[in-house]
C-alpha cells in the first residue's frame, strides 16, 4: 500500500508538470524570446560588471570563498559545469529557470489570462535584478536555480495535499536555495504573501457562513505550515553549511554578516532589520539610488502604489461583508509586503544591491496581476492597469538596455588604453614576465576614457572602467581585464596604495598617455598610473547608517 501511495504521488507531480507546460507553453516561448531580445547584447559580447562578474568570467570553480560566505552549493553547481560560464548558454540557462519559475507563480495564483500572464513576465524578466545576474556570469546560473527552487519551495507547499510531506519537501527545497544565495528567500516569503492575498480575495458565500470554524482552522493550519516550512530549511540549510564547513576546515566569513549571525544576534537586531525592510522598500522604488526604471524619476511607482491601496481597499470592502477576519489579514498581509520583499535582511545583511532585489522585482508583477484579477471584466480599470504596465515594462527595459550599452561602451573604452598601454611598455622593453604591475587609479578617471552619456545614466555594476579600489579589489579588475578578457598574461602586481605610495611618489606622476606616466620601481615593479588616486565614486549599493 505504501509504494501504491508514493508511486500515485509521483504520477500526480508529473501530470502536473505536464499540465502546466502544456498551459503555459506560449508563455515560455514569450519569456524566451523576449529574454534573448533584451539581453542579446550582453550574450553575444560576454559582458560583465567591473566587480567579481570582471575578476571570474568563462572560467570559474567555487571554493572556500563561496563556502566561506554560506553559499556552499555553488560548489556542486560548478562541478557540474566543470567550472565552465561561457554565454550563450550560461545566460540562456538561467533565464530559462527564471521564466520556469515565475510560470509556476502564476500557476499558483491560478493567472489563466495569457495577457496578463505574458506582461507580468515581461515585467519581471525586464528587472534590473535579471540584467545585474548576468553581469555576474560565473554565478548566473546559480542564482537562477536559487529563484527556481524558492518558487518551487512555494509550489510544493500550497499545492501539496500531504502536509508532513509537503513541509519536508519544500523547507529543504528552500534550504537548497539559500545555499545558492540567501537573498533568494524574500521570494518565497513575497510568493507566499500574495498567494495569502489571493486567498482572502475568494469571498465565500453566505451559504458557507456555516463552515467558517473549518475555514479558520484550515488558514490556522496554512500559517503553520509556512512556519514549519521556514523552521525546516532554515535547519536544513544550517546542519548542512555548518557540515560542509567542518569537512572542509573552513569557517564563515565576515561578508554581509555571515560570520557574526546567530539566533541571538537575529533576535536582539529584529526591530531595526525591520525598520530598514521598509527603509530600503521606499528607496528602492521613489529614490534614485538604484536605477531600475527610466521613468523612476518622473514618478512611475507612485500610480502602481495607489493601485495597490485601492485594490487593498476594495478587496477588504469585499469580503467584509462574509467574513471580516479576512478583510483584516489582507491589510495586514499588505503591511508586511516590505518585510517580505527584503526578507534575507532578517537574517543577515544590511545593504541593498541589485542582486538582492528579488523579492521587490516581483512586487510590480503581482501587484498588477492582483488588480487585473480584482477588475476582471471592468474595461476602464483594466486598460488604465494595462497601459501602466506597458509603461513600466518600457521603463525597464530601457534601463536594461542603457546598462548592457554602458556595459560596452566602457568595456570598449578600457581595452582600446590597455591596448596602447602594452605597446608603450613593449616599446621601451619593460613588456617582461620578470616583472610585476601595479596600476594606480581607474580606467574611468582619465580625460581619455571616452563614453555616451548612457554611460552615466547606468547602474554602477553597468559601468565598467569603474572599478572597486579598496583592497586588491582593482588589482582584481586589471587582472580580469588583461589577462582574462584579453588573453595577456600581464603578471599583476596586488599591493595597496598606501604601501606603494611610502616607495613612490605617486601623486606627482603624469597619467596616462602622457610621458612618465609608467616608470620601473626596485628593478621588478612597473607601476602605471591610469588616473589619480580617489575613492570609489559609484554606487554599487545602498546603505542607511
Known amino acids: 500500500m505504501k509504494?501504491?501511495?508514493?508511486?500515485?504521488?509521483?504520477?500526480?507531480?508529473?501530470?502536473?508538470?505536464?499540465?502546466?507546460?502544456?498551459?503555459y507553453r506560449f508563455e515560455v516561448i514569450f519569456g524566451m524570446v523576449f529574454s534573448i531580445a533584451l539581453y542579446s547584447l550582453m550574450m553575444s559580447q560576454q559582458l560583465t560588471n567591473p566587480f567579481d562578474g570582471m575578476w571570474h568570467q568563462n572560467y570559474h570553480q567555487s571554493g572556500r570563498a563561496e563556502l566561506s560566505s554560506g553559499r556552499w552549493l555553488l560548489f556542486f553547481l560548478d562541478q557540474l559545469t566543470m567550472g565552465l560560464h561561457a554565454d550563450p548558454l550560461t545566460s540562456l540557462s538561467s533565464l530559462l529557470l527564471y521564466v520556469a519559475g515565475f510560470l509556476l507563480v502564476l500557476d499558483l495564483l491560478e493567472v489563466k489570462n495569457r495577457l496578463w500572464?505574458?506582461?507580468?513576465?515581461?515585467?519581471?524578466?525586464?528587472?534590473?535584478?535579471?540584467?545585474?545576474?548576468?553581469?555576474?556570469?560565473?554565478?548566473?546560473?546559480?542564482?537562477?536555480?536559487?529563484?527556481?527552487?524558492?518558487?518551487?519551495?512555494?509550489?510544493?507547499?500550497?499545492?501539496?495535499?500531504?502536509?508532513f510531506f509537503s513541509i519536508g519537501i519544500s523547507g529543504i527545497l528552500l534550504g537548497l536555495a539559500l545555499s545558492c544565495y540567501q537573498a533568494y528567500l524574500a521570494a518565497f516569503c513575497i510568493i507566499v504573501a500574495f498567494r495569502g492575498i489571493f486567498l482572502c480575495r475568494k469571498t465565500p458565500s453566505v451559504e458557507d457562513e456555516d463552515d467558517a470554524t473549518t475555514s479558520r482552522t484550515k488558514q490556522a493550519l496554512?500559517?503553520?505550515?509556512?512556519?514549519?516550512?521556514?523552521?525546516?530549511?532554515l535547519v536544513f540549510y544550517l546542519l548542512t553549511l555548518y557540515l560542509?564547513?567542518?569537512?572542509?576546515?573552513?569557517?564563515?566569513?565576515?561578508?554581509?554578516?555571515?560570520?557574526?549571525?546567530?539566533?541571538?544576534?537575529?533576535?536582539?537586531?529584529?526591530?531595526?532589520?525591520?525598520?530598514?525592510?521598509?527603509?530600503?522598500?521606499?528607496a528602492y522604488f521613489f529614490q534614485d539610488k538604484l536605477k531600475i526604471n527610466r521613468f523612476q524619476s518622473f514618478g512611475i511607482f507612485y500610480p502602481l502604489m495607489a493601485l495597490l491601496l485601492v485594490t487593498v481597499i476594495l478587496s477588504a470592502l469585499q469580503v467584509w461583508k462574509v467574513r471580516k477576519r479576512r478583510?483584516?489579514?489582507?491589510?495586514?498581509?499588505?503591511?508586511?509586503?516590505?518585510?517580505?520583499?527584503?526578507?534575507?535582511?532578517?537574517?543577515a545583511g544590511d545593504k541593498l544591491e541589485l542582486q538582492m532585489t528579488v523579492g521587490l522585482a516581483m512586487f510590480a508583477p503581482l501587484v498588477l496581476l492582483l488588480a487585473s484579477d480584482l477588475f476582471r471584466g471592468k474595461r476602464v480599470p483594466q486598460?488604465?492597469?494595462?497601459?501602466?504596465?506597458?509603461?513600466?515594462?518600457?521603463?525597464?527595459?530601457?534601463q536594461v538596455w542603457f546598462d548592457q550599452e554602458a556595459m560596452y561602451e566602457g568595456q570598449n573604452a578600457c581595452e582600446t588604453m590597455v591596448t596602447q598601454l602594452l605597446c608603450d611598455l613593449e616599446q621601451e622593453e619593460l613588456l617582461s614576465q620578470d616583472y610585476q604591475y601595479y596600476f594606480v587609479g581607474v580606467p574611468e578617471e582619465n580625460p581619455w576614457f571616452h563614453v555616451s552619456e548612457v554611460y552615466n545614466r547606468a547602474n554602477a555594476y553597468a559601468q565598467m572602467g569603474r572599478f572597486w579600489i579598496s583592497g586588491n579589489c582593482?588589482?582584481?579588475?586589471?587582472?580580469?581585464?588583461?589577462?582574462?578578457?584579453?588573453?595577456?598574461?600581464?603578471?599583476?602586481?596586488?599591493?595597496?596604495?598606501?604601501?606603494?605610495?611610502?616607495?613612490?611618489?605617486l601623486s606627482s606622476m603624469p597619467m596616462f598617455p602622457d610621458r612618465g606616466y609608467y616608470t620601473l620601481l626596485d628593478g621588478k615593479t612597473v607601476v602605471i598610473k591610469m588616473s589619480d588616486y580617489a575613492p570609489y565614486s559609484g554606487a554599487s549599493k545602498y546603505e542607511f547608517p
Open 244 to 282: 560542509f564547513l567542518f569537512v572542509s576546515h573552513t569557517s564563515l566569513s565576515g561578508y554581509n554578516g555571515s560570520g557574526e549571525t546567530s539566533f541571538g544576534s537575529v533576535l536582539h537586531g529584529l526591530p531595526k532589520s525591520i525598520l530598514k525592510t521598509f527603509q530600503y522598500f521606499i
Open 327 to 347: 478583510s483584516l489579514y489582507i491589510v495586514l498581509i499588505v503591511l508586511g509586503i516590505p518585510v517580505a520583499c527584503n526578507a534575507y535582511m532578517l537574517v
Open 474 to 505: 582593482s588589482s582584481s579588475s586589471y587582472d580580469g581585464l588583461i589577462v582574462q578578457r584579453l588573453g595577456f598574461e600581464l603578471p599583476i602586481a596586488y599591493a595597496s596604495y598606501e604601501e606603494m605610495s611610502k616607495k613612490l611618489d
Open 222 to 233: 496554512s500559517k503553520m505550515r509556512v512556519i514549519f516550512a521556514l523552521g525546516v530549511a
Open 117 to 163: 500572464a505574458c506582461l507580468s513576465l515581461a515585467l519581471f524578466l525586464s528587472s534590473t535584478l535579471i540584467s545585474n545576474t548576468l553581469s555576474y556570469r560565473f554565478t548566473s546560473f546559480a542564482y537562477g536555480l536559487a529563484f527556481f527552487l524558492a518558487v518551487l519551495s512555494s509550489y510544493v507547499l500550497f499545492k501539496c495535499k500531504h502536509s
Open 3 to 23: 509504494n501504491t501511495g508514493s508511486k500515485s504521488t509521483c504520477l500526480s507531480w508529473r501530470n502536473s508538470a505536464l499540465c502546466i507546460m502544456r498551459e
Open 383 to 398: 486598460t488604465a492597469c494595462l497601459f501602466l504596465c506597458l509603461a513600466l515594462i518600457y521603463g525597464n527595459s530601457l
